[in-house]
Structure formats: C-alpha cells, structure tokens
C-alpha cells in the first residue's frame, strides 16, 4: 500500500492527472474520469495505478518469455525520453515517423533496412573509395535519411510480440496495423481517446513531457526485470545441465569399474588355465568296435 501511495504521489507531482477540456472528450473514459476542474478533466490516479502495474507485469512476462516489445512515439515531446529506454532494454522503437506498412508490410521494410546497412557497411569497410565524391555524398545521405526513420528496428529481425504507444490518437495508423495483424496493444490514453482500442490501457496525460517520462520509465524498469529474470532462469539451466553431464560421465565411470571388476571375478572363479607343456589328459573312447 504505502509502494502504491508513493508511486500515486510521484504521478501526482509529474501531472499524470491532468487531462484534456471538457469540449474534447471522448465519453469512454468516463470510469477513469475523477472530477472536472475549470473546465479541465482530472483523471483519476488510482484507476492510474492499477492499470499501469497490470501493463507493466503483462510487459514483464513477455519480455521473459524473449519476446520484442516495440516503443512507439512520435511526437515531439515524447522522442528523445521513448528512443532511450527502448535503448536502455534493447528494444526496438519508431520515434521519428511511422511509415505505412512497417508491420503490415514488414518484409518491403526488412529490405530497406538490409539496404542502409549495406551502404553502411560500405561507407565503413572502404568499398566506397572508388566511387567519384558526389557518389558518396548522396550515399551518405540516403544513408541518415534512412537511419533516421529505420535505425529504431534496424536489429528487429520478425514482427514484435507487442507494441507500447504513447497517445494513442496519434498512432492510430500503428495501432490499426497492430490489430490487423493480431499484435497486443499496450498505450499511455487521455481523456480525448478511446481506451478500448488498446489491449491494456493507462489513463495519464500524454502531453507532458514529466508524464511521459513517469510511464515509460516505469514500464522499462519492468521490461529489464523481465528480461534479468530470463537470463537468471538460462544461467540456473545451463548449471544444471553441467551438473547432470558431471553425473552421466560418474555413473558411467562407475559402471565401467564395475564391469571391470566383474570379468576379473570371472576368470578367478572359473577353471585353472592348462600349463603349457603339461600333457594333456587322454579320454577313452567307450564304444565297441565293430563286428564283436
């Protein structure tokens, strides 16, 4: 209780609670609607609470199960704070602009990807040397041109398992492409959206920059507990599997001294060998010679 209260206080002081005015509302989210304030809507920080501690552990659990979780924000204020926490778990992200068709049409966006790396590639290895100097320049170019819209999932080799958005009004184009391809929906919604069109939704002003930083943060501090756990649970079953191989080759050790043993148990008991040159011990034929 006292975690819940200090985590309602720090949304408080980052201004998690203020929403949009009354005129712009969408009714849907009246059950996370507190009060209206000079005309002001002021979103209810409990139903805050609940619902961002229920994201974050549906984010922990597919960050641990290996999954990708992509960030999405493309507004101005959101940029700079999204694009370091997706760095900090190493998570892809499109912050500068959602092209058309990154998910629905992921392969098209795969080879504009392997495209910037391989002017990369050649811009870094010297294979561009001998192109003339406007060449490279304008290879230059295309590079950052692209780098800059593609450089968030340059290393996201198939769809991700979930997408984290901040306003989901503006990512609306990301979140049709999510629904259409069945990808769960994770998003920061004010007052003026629908929070029924996302999977798990957090009531909180999408505005601020404080606001934002509050959420993401937290959901990122989720993700790497996650992803910590999953490399705990790897490191506990590669130890086991080395203390089951040590056991194998014992037992198998031991049963071959056994085995050993056991021939040597053998021949001891059984008959004395003949020595050689003793004469060996004639039998007498019992059987009658003919005609007698």
């Not at 990512?171 to 069109?197: S, Y």
Request: charged fraction near 30%; aromatic fraction near 4%.
């Amino acid at each position: 209780m006292e975690n819940n209260t200090s985590l309602q206080q720090q949304l408080l002081e980052a201004g998690v609670h203020f929403g949009h005015l009354k005129k712009k509302w969408n009714p849907k989210m009246l059950p996370y609607i507190f009060a209206e304030k000079k005309g002001i809507h002021i979103i209810d920080l409990n139903k805050t609470v609940d619902h961002l501690q229920e994201t974050a552990a549906a984010l922990k659990q597919i960050a641990k199960s290996g999954k990708k979780i992509m960030f999405v924000a493309t507004k101005k204020q959101a940029k700079e704070i999204v694009s370091e926490c997706a760095k900090k778990v190493n998570m892809p992200y499109a912050t500068e602009r959602w092209l058309g068709g990154m998910l629905t049409n992921f392969n098209t966006v795969r080879k504009s990807v392997k495209k910037m790396q391989s002017i990369e590639k050649m811009l870094n290895d010297g294979s561009a040397d001998s192109l003339t100097k406007k060449e490279r320049l304008t290879l230059g170019r295309d590079k950052d041109k692209m780098e800059k819209v593609l450089g968030g999932i340059a290393q996201l080799g198939r769809l991700p398992a979930a997408l984290f958005l901040v306003d989901i009004g503006h990512e609306h184009i990301a979140l049709a492409e999510a629904k259409r391809l069945g990808i769960q929906t994770f998003g920061m919604v004010d007052t003026n959206c629908d929070p029924n069109k996302v999977d798990f939704s957090i009531p909180a002003n999408d505005d601020a920059t404080k606001s934002i930083a509050i959420i993401t943060n937290y959901i990122t501090a989720a993700i790497a507990e996650g992803l910590a756990e999953r490399q705990a649970s790897k490191d506990d079953e590669s130890e086991s599997e080395e203390g089951n191989n040590e056991n194998e080759a014992k037992a198998k050790r031991m049963e071959a001294e056994a085995n050993a043993e056991g021939g040597r148990g053998k021949r001891v008991a059984g008959a004395a060998p003949t020595a050689p040159g003793a004469p060996k011990r004639r039998i007498q034929s019992t059987r009658r010679p003919a005609g007698k």
